[in-house]
């Protein structure tokens, strides 16, 4: 089993920055990918910001040009640095990861969330 532990949620002003940080561990032989992912109340989860093991990104609209996703490959940890943040960003992240397992199973697996709470 893969456990995604999140961290680095919290409280901020509008405008202003957060980095949340989710570090993987388990039997993982590789990734495919990781991502963030969040989800509002009475809403669908949706990606925010993904990246492959080529280091291809996709990122939301929404957050094109603010939020940065990177990954440390040594360490299995991603990272969502978010810029600017608005008020509208605030909800629930989740941390996804998608790989194999050592003895060739695959996995996908999410973190348990961590809060992103944006004052106007």
């Known amino acids: 089993q893969v456990q995604l532990v999140e961290s680095g949620g919290g409280l901020v002003q509008a405008g202003g920055s957060l980095r949340l940080s989710c570090a993987a561990s388990g039997r993982i032989f590789s990734f495919n990918a990781m991502g963030w992912y969040r989800q509002a109340p009475g809403k669908q989860r949706e990606l925010v910001a993904r990246?492959?093991?080529?280091?291809?990104?996709d990122y939301a609209d929404s957050v094109k040009g603010r939020f940065t996703i990177s990954r440390d490959n040594a360490k299995n940890t991603v990272y969502l640095q978010m810029n600017s943040l608005k008020p509208e960003d605030t909800t629930v992240y989740y941390c996804?990861?998608?790989?194999?397992?050592?003895?060739?199973?695959?996995?996908?697996?999410w973190g348990q969330g961590t809060q992103v709470t944006v004052s106007s």
């Open positions: 996804n990861a998608a790989g194999w397992y050592d003895n060739g199973r695959a996995f996908i697996s």
């Open positions: 990246i492959t093991s080529g280091g291809s990104t």
